[in-house]
């Protein structure tokens, strides 16, 4: 019996019903409860609930983990399963699988991470759309997607086409970046990884592409960096960037000074925390499945945070070890790691990863067979129908596993060791290597019962460094590696673990503790008499403050009978976590250089790579950023990622000198230029389609206008076109008229003659009252609260209202702060905009529109 056949009608609960289940099963924790009933709760498409608590979610994964170990000798139960998953205890299937194992409601993937790409070989507009099609195919499965773009010609060299020459990486960097914002559903966005070979002549280019104020907003970038370039920074030196990348006979060259174009990497990584650099020959170096290059398995890019570099079409599923859950006797002297249980759990954990596989398959299969059944033409379906056979093929063959961790700054606190201590650096390396070892052990095991990834060949890997570290920890296991194979060609990462380690109630991932403990407010009820109030906002409305503890540093209280109630002042707290195992701990607070030591020392023993970020305090330099990215290459890491406090808080920048532009009130001419730049903006409200034309001054909107794109009296313009020109001209009666130009693919200026004409007159006239605000120089954040705060009846009128907020927020400096929000996920008030979404501070979620 197939998965996704339902046979019986299933119980169903009220949202409110659900919530306090959830509530109950969380101990109160309302932020767990919230995140767990949004999104890995059972629903329909109707928004119908069927499961109440986790228990049932980890009763359904149990049931059908249990139903493929059926098909395998000395299979496990489903009651052996269910106790590893219960209670996100020990064994936590992260995202997609969590989500969509045994769901018939929905079809889509259980991967998280996918990559894609042309293998290199084309960058032809026919190979450049195919890559966009695939990629937003694999977002509305959930799949978190990346690709690199070094196989695009750089800017200025020839093309066979009327353009005649190429416009290089940027424009494609946008094309797909906004393809990822377009995907996003229900404030959940897509999420995309852009890399690009620092051998690449448009490197440098790619590395500034996201100072600019609201652009390349969908994605992440990576710069992937080589030894030679390394080098030549160490030395001083030049450095030739080629087009193809690396080739013996390249079209175009061009030579560089190293430090200058590194000065520049560690520069924009130190105002805005990109690009992220991924260390390439090391991960190519190290990879086991390059071994099989030439069969397909060459590394391209990265998933979107960086822990799975993949090869064109594979992807990975990821599930993470609750690292807390084996220290005995946490916070006290006796505390102690028991490395038997963590053993045992292991083989667990890999027998079920290589179940997940064939879950997936049978997913694929259901969306193959969707595709079938869908209308449209063939040649429509065909760019997603072999996207997913072509994905279908590499996780049969290679049956590729994502094995992690969560929860190390918290095992390492309950032990009683500061993280970021060289004690704290040694214990955590030995618990990866047991880790890696073991699951190498139990993918060696699984072959022996179930058959080698079908392309096993043990003298292909015999060099690799990986598998020459495996031969020295265990001897043994390497020879039975030799003759029984390995039933999964890649098997360890370590991915970020947000919503996860909030369920698991732990500090997420590699990563220390955030904050053990801080302060929240929470609206008070004006009709609620007896109520707490210790905060006016300028509006009159009051909030009550109350300590939040970090569930661990809550337990390491309890164990020492610290009353967790009372309702501490700032220095109580600060005298508190003196007092505890959290005490110089913290992400703000660790050594740089030692999480850097520490990062190295763990990616040994971690096949695919590690997500981890730096933290750094506000007046870090950019000398320590430079420091610190060296260091990270020379102790081994894949790849690095920093974070100055506050340096996401975003820069404008003119298009000509590329300066920091201050805007103040006198900033913009009173009369408007006759010609403006101007940014096309897409959107899409209910299931209507609209346009935003924003005009520009020094990057910074001065006016807007926007409406439907899709009706008879619409604005229809290419989907390409993002820029063009807003041209203030007058009809032949004297009166204003305000047109559209932009460059067409020919090279030819395409004008829409009358803008004012093709919107809804009151859509037009609104839309001048906002310009008039914008251009004389209100901030954009208190320009998007003004229009939040517009009554309309006209619901028309009402859907132009969230179109212009949605166009403008874009254009918000990153780290403003959001006021009267407050977090869908934790009801929190500490609301930031990020990228254009409103991104809460205290648990991360995001949303956008």
């Known amino acids: ?197 620092i051998n690449h002549p448009d490197a440098e280019d790619f ?205 390492l606190a309950a032990l009683g060791i500061r993280y970021g201590s060289k004690e704290g650096n040694t214990f955590s390396t030995e618990v990866h290597k047991v880790l890696g070892v073991e699951t190498y052990r139990a993918s060696v095991n699984l072959a022996k019962e179930r058959g080698a990834f079908s392309i096993f060949d043990a003298d292909r890997e015999k060099e690799n460094p990986f598998i020459l570290r495996i031969k020295e920890a265990d001897s043994k296991l390497y020879y039975e590696m030799l003759e029984h194979g390995r039933r999964n060609i890649a098997l360890l990462t370590i991915a970020p673990t947000g919503t996860t380690s909030l369920m698991t109630q732990t500090s997420s991932g590699i990563e220390p503790v955030f904050m053990p403990v801080y302060k929240r407010r929470k609206k008070v009820n004006p009709n609620d008499k007896d109520a707490r109030i210790d905060f006016v906002d300028e509006v009159g409305d009051s909030w009550e403050e109350y300590v939040v503890f970090h569930h661990r540093f809550k337990q390491w209280m309890e164990v020492n009978n610290i009353d967790s109630s009372k309702n501490f002042t700032q220095e109580e707290i600060d005298e508190l976590v003196k007092k505890s195992p959290y005490y110089k701990a913290t992400s703000n607070d660790i050594d740089w250089n030692s999480k850097v030591e520490m990062q190295g020392a763990i990616q040994k023993w971690v096949d695919h790579s590690i997500s981890v970020t730096v933290n750094l305090p506000n007046d870090a330099t950019e000398e320590l950023v430079g420091e610190l990215y060296l260091k990270a290459w020379e102790v081994g890491c894949k790849g690095v990622t920093v974070y100055r406090d506050g340096s996401r808080s975003g820069v404008l920048i003119a298009a000509d000198d590329k300066k920091e532009t201050k805007i103040t009130s006198s900033t913009f001419s009173k009369k408007r230029p006759q010609i403006l730049e101007a940014d096309v903006v897409r959107f899409q409200n209910q299931k209507e389609k609209w346009i935003a034309f924003v005009g520009l001054v020094d990057n910074r909107p001065y006016e807007i206008f926007t409406g439907l794109t899709d009706d008879e009296d619409g604005i229809l313009i290419p989907r390409w076109v993002d820029k063009g020109l807003i041209i203030k001209n007058k009809n032949e009666e004297g009166l204003t008229r305000y047109d559209f130009q932009y460059q067409n693919k020919r090279g030819y200026k395409t004008t829409i003659e009358g803008l004012s004409h093709k919107f809804n007159p009151e859509f037009w006239n609104y839309a001048k009252l906002i310009s008039g605000t914008i251009r004389h120089g209100m901030p954009i954040d208190k320009i998007v609260e003004l229009i939040q705060s517009l009554q309309f009846d006209s619901e028309s009128i009402s859907t132009w209202k969230n179109g212009v907020q949605r166009a403008l927020k874009r254009y918000v400096e990153d780290g403003t702060e959001v006021k009267g929000h407050t977090c869908d996920n934790c009801d929190s008030t500490n609301l930031i905009y990020q990228e254009g979404c409103l991104t809460c501070k205290d648990c991360g979620s995001s949303k956008c529109g």
């Not at 149990?62 to 000798?73: F, L, M, P």
């Not at 195919?137 to 959930?142: E, F, S, T, W, Y």
């Not at 086991?288 to 397909?296: E, F, I, K, R, S």
């Open 1 to 197: 019996m197939k998965s996704d056949t339902v046979m019986t009608p299933r119980k169903t609960y009220s949202r409110d019903e659900a919530l306090k289940a959830a509530l109950n099963y969380f101990k109160g924790d309302e932020l767990a409860a919230s995140v767990w009933l949004n999104k890995y709760a059972l629903k329909d498409s109707a928004d119908t609930i069927y499961e109440s608590t986790p228990d049932e979610m980890h009763q359904r994964i149990a049931s059908e983990i249990a139903r493929v170990e059926q098909k395998y000798t000395n299979p496990l139960t489903e009651s052996e399963i269910f106790e590893a998953i219960k209670n996100f205890k020990y064994i936590v299937p992260q995202g997609s699988p969590m989500a969509g194992i045994g769901n018939p409601f929905q079809i889509a993937s259980l991967s998280n991470c996918f990559v894609i790409g042309n293998n290199g070989e084309s960058d032809s507009y026919g190979g450049i759309m195919k890559i966009d099609q695939e990629q937003v195919q694999l977002m509305k499965r959930r799949g978190g997607v990346g690709h690199d773009l070094s196989h695009i010609r750089p800017k200025g060299s020839p093309v066979k086409n009327s353009a005649l020459t190429s416009t290089g990486i940027v424009p494609f960097m946008e094309r797909y970046s906004n393809s990822t914002r377009e995907v996003a559903q229900d404030g959940r966005r897509g999420a995309l990884m852009l890399s690009v070979s």
């Open 207 to 411: 590395i500034d592409a996201k100072l600019e104020q609201g652009k390349v907003t969908g994605a992440n970038v990576s710069v992937r960096i080589d030894d030679a370039f390394m080098n030549a920074v160490k030395g001083d030196g030049t450095y030739l960037q080629k087009y193809p990348t690396f080739s013996e006979n390249p079209l175009y060259t061009k030579e560089i000074e190293a430090t200058k174009i590194w000065k520049k990497i560690v520069h924009n990584a130190w105002k805005s925390a990109e690009p992220g650099i991924l260390f390439w020959d090391t991960i190519i170096n190290e990879s086991v499945p390059d071994c099989y290059a030439d069969l397909g398995y060459k590394t391209v890019s990265t998933n979107p945070c960086g822990e799975i570099p993949l090869c064109p079409y594979d992807s990975c599923r990821l599930l993470a070890m609750n690292l807390f859950s084996y220290v005995e006797n946490p916070f006290t002297k006796k505390a102690e790691f028991n490395f038997e249980l963590f053993k045992k759990h292991i083989v667990i954990a890999q027998r079920m990863m290589d179940d997940i596989i064939d879950l997936e398959l049978e997913k694929i299969d259901g969306i193959l067979a969707k595709i079938e059944e869908d209308p449209e033409e063939e040649t429509v379906k065909a760019t997603e129908r072999n996207l997913w056979l072509n994905i279908k093929q590499k996780a049969f063959e290679g049956r590729r596993t994502g094995i992690g961790i969560t929860a190390e700054g918290d095992m």
